[in-house]
């Protein structure tokens, strides 16, 4: 590998370790306490099966929540759309709807024919609602007073790029909405990650990513303000109450993935080193099995780490499932998660008439997590890559 990419990754890692320091202070006694917690909801259907395992291993539109290093990959262009059905069985019925696109940037030059490549450039929209609550009051505790609809809303934008075969990085702004009755805030946030892939057949593979870096937000609007008398006066005034601030949920992951590939009959004869001469990659094998782990250390919340596997038939069919561990995730008492830890899920490939260099595919998706609370939460999703 060229020492300046070397270089590059390393400057990255100890520009992260000041900051790592940090994230790993996440304990139960600060549980709760930072915002926009919609940021740590995966609403991707092939992410979420793995149970947040692929932080290494993840790649195409759908790795901009796990790390955005990942879609770098994008061969020209993803569509995407995801439909989630959060805590299934909720009496208000809680629905998670994300989009996404991807796009190559490539530039053709005209006098050598040479392709050149300028990264991925990604926007996605995230959007949690929760139906409609029945507003109360401390005299009408029954209801009878209308209802209301919060929603949980950020906007992302994305750029990624690959430095060479090897090295990809990619970089997340995120504008965050959210907004209950007469109240909103709006805050900002970014995440940073990298993708180091090494083996005969960039099998062995390394992710890091940094997320949800971002300022303080904090509520405004009028359902803050109250009618009231003020001291010495004889008349009713609004009398506007102050938000506290709230943090970003920040969180440093660490992934680690390998790639068992089996080529099929027609290379059987060859060894490996005739192999990579051959220049084969996993795109090219008839059967894939990955193992994948990662480590999160949350600010605000207990670490976590997972394990997932994942069986890939060619490009047309993937079977995975991951195991999310928590400390004192299996005491329903003191537990602070809703998981309980397994997640499964399945990707369909419906190959498409072929155009340029790629084929063209349509996905569908489905993934499941298991959680303590109601029946576990259903994803969805449908993806067009050309």
């Not at 915002?35 to 609403?43: C, F, K, N, T």
């Not at 008839?286 to 250390?297: C, E, M, P």
Request: proline share 2%; hydrophobic share 40%.
């Amino acid at each position: 590998m060229n020492n300046k990419y070397k270089a590059i990754i390393l400057v990255i890692m100890v520009m992260l370790l000041p900051l790592s320091t940090q994230l790993f202070a996440g304990n139960r006694d600060r549980s709760g306490q930072a915002g926009a917690q919609e940021l740590l909801i995966d609403p991707w259907a092939r992410s979420a099966g793995w149970g947040t395992a692929g932080i290494a291993e993840i790649r195409g539109l759908e790795s901009i929540y796990s790390n955005v290093a990942g879609i770098s990959f994008v061969n020209r262009l993803e569509v995407a759309f995801t439909r989630t059905q959060y805590m299934a069985g909720s009496r208000t019925g809680i629905g998670v709807n994300a989009a996404a696109i991807t796009i190559k940037l490539n530039k053709k030059d005209k006098k050598t024919g040479d392709v050149k490549d300028y990264g991925v450039l990604g926007l996605s929209m995230f959007l949690m609602n929760f139906g409609k609550i029945d507003i109360t009051a401390v005299d009408q505790p029954e209801g009878n007073l209308g209802t209301f609809s919060p929603n949980l809303l950020y906007i992302g934008v994305h750029y990624a790029k690959s430095f060479n075969r090897y090295i990809h990085g990619g970089v997340t702004g995120k504008i965050i909405n959210e907004s209950c009755g007469n109240m909103s805030a709006t805050g900002f946030a970014f995440d940073v990650g990298i993708q180091y892939l090494s083996g005969p057949y960039e099998n062995f593979k390394i992710g890091v990513t940094l997320k949800n870096i971002g300022l303080p937000m904090h509520y405004r609007g009028d359902g803050l303000a109250i009618r009231a008398i003020a001291t010495g006066a004889d008349h009713e005034i609004s009398l506007e109450q102050r938000s506290a601030d709230c943090e970003m949920p920040a969180l440093i992951a660490l992934g680690i993935s390998y790639d068992f590939l089996f080529f099929g009959k027609e290379y059987a004869s060859m060894t490996r080193k005739e192999l990579k001469v051959e220049g084969l990659s996993r795109a090219d094998a008839k059967h894939r099995l990955t193992l994948a782990g990662s480590f999160i250390a949350n600010s605000y919340s207990h670490d976590q780490f997972s394990l997932g596997i994942e069986y890939g038939l060619g490009q047309i069919f993937m079977v995975r499932a991951g195991y999310l561990i928590e400390q004192g995730m299996w005491n329903s008492e003191t537990s602070a998660t809703f998981y309980t830890g397994p997640s499964a899920g399945v990707t369909v490939a419906i190959p498409m008439a072929k155009k340029g260099n790629g084929n063209q595919k349509l996905f569908l998706d489905y993934g499941y997590r298991f959680t303590n609370k109601w029946g576990g939460n259903h994803y969805i999703g449908l993806k067009l890559a050309l």
